[in-house]
Nanobody
Framework: QVQVVESGGGLVQAGGSLRLSCTVS????????MGWFRQAPGKEREGVSA????????YYGASVKGRFTISRDNAKNTLYLQLNSLEPEDTAMYYC???????????????????WGQGTQVTVSS
């Protein structure tokens, strides 16, 4: 059974930073691409960032490029998202998800990701 568990969310002031973590079990973590998504109340789920299985190919959504950094530690089965220069518009539930190698994971569309966590809330105050 695949389990995806996010952590690290919280309340932070604008301009601050957070580091999200996502631990995965039940699949060969080092063999799958991973992604971060977010969803704010009343809005559609948005692709934030994606990374290939080796950690060498990375994509970012336009709204976070230059502020967020995705990384992974395959030895720890853990995905990370460093959030810097946070803005109130970044307030959302953040989700971690795993895709298959054969999917179009790099397009950051939710439908290409098979396994999802429950999310961790990030709230940025102005």
């Amino acid at each position: 059974q695949v389990q995806v568990v996010e952590s690290g969310g919280g309340l932070v002031q604008a301009g601050g930073s957070l580091r999200l973590s996502c631990t995965v079990s039940g699949l060969t973590f080092a063999a799958v691409p991973m992604g971060w998504f977010r969803q704010a109340p009343g809005k559609e789920r948005e692709g934030v960032s994606a990374i290939d299985w080796s950690g060498t190919i990375i994509y970012y959504g336009a709204s976070v490029k230059g502020r967020f950094t995705i990384s992974r530690d395959n030895a720890k089965n853990t995905l990370y998202l460093q959030l810097n220069s946070l803005e109130p518009e970044d307030t959302a539930m953040y989700y971690c998800a795993a895709a298959s190698r054969t999917s179009e994971w790099y397009t950051l569309r939710s439908r290409d990701y098979n396994y999802w966590g429950q999310g961790t809330q990030v709230t940025v105050s102005s």
